[in-house]
């Protein structure tokens, strides 16, 4: 029998909205040149990326980052069942294996573009917080990493906007069980599910450190 059962906690739908909206306020602040916003967001993101790694090990089932490891024939496989005219209900709990391909992808890519800016200068006025660090040179370097792969992340965005509008043409709807965390599945399949407030407060733990040891100068001048 099928019903509607819980996939996704509060914390990791939370986290995928946030994470969205946080990269649309990095490229528009940093191509307006809004510095201090810029920065500001990016530890709000920064914040949450730590979070949603430590979610992964502690927390739900479909959240697990074990469950985002899938052999390359998975994947494979997954791409070519979607060339036939029809599909089966979907009865993947969580990511399927190309689409948990693309949320380690996102992983990478965030995490090289949150490490960067923490070392990225203009040479002007604006500078992370560990510029001070290292040498001008490494700084410039990292500074032109990350804006490469901010271009890469908006590349693997609009990989990810393609892939939702594919399933959607195959009748798999990815975006409502992000939205209210459900899914009709068998009953049998449900995860184990945990409160997604204990992520929140995770969170909440996760960047009160990191407003403390570099947000706060930031913050507090823009209020």
Request: net charge neutral; proline share 3%.
């Amino acid at each position: 029998m099928s019903t509607k059962i819980t996939i996704w906690d509060s914390f990791i739908r939370g986290y995928h909205w946030l994470q969205a909206i946080s990269i649309a306020g990095l490229w528009y602040t940093g191509t307006e040149g809004l510095m201090d916003w810029h920065f500001s967001i990016a530890y709000g993101l920064l914040a949450l990326l730590v979070t949603r790694l430590i979610w992964g090990v502690l927390g739900s089932e479909t959240a697990k980052l074990s469950r985002l490891f899938h052999p390359p024939r998975a994947v494979i496989q997954h791409l070519g069942e979607l060339h036939q005219p029809t599909i089966s209900h979907d009865n993947t709990v969580g990511h399927n294996a190309a689409g948990s391909y693309m949320v380690l992808g996102f992983f990478v890519l965030l995490t090289i573009q949150l490490t960067t800016g923490l070392f990225a200068t203009d040479d002007i006025i604006s500078e992370g917080p560990l510029a001070m660090h290292i040498s001008g040179e490494l700084s410039s370097r990292l500074t032109d990493l990350h804006g490469l792969n901010f271009d890469f992340l908006l590349g693997a965005i609009g990989l990810h906007l393609a892939a939702i509008l594919l399933y959607r043409l195959k009748s798999i709807d990815l975006v409502s069980p992000m939205l209210h965390g459900k899914k009709v599945l068998p009953e049998h399949a449900a995860p184990k599910m945990l409160n997604g407030v204990i992520g929140w407060g995770i969170f909440v733990a996760v960047a009160t450190g990191v407003y403390f040891l570099w947000a706060k100068d930031v913050v507090i001048y823009l209020l």
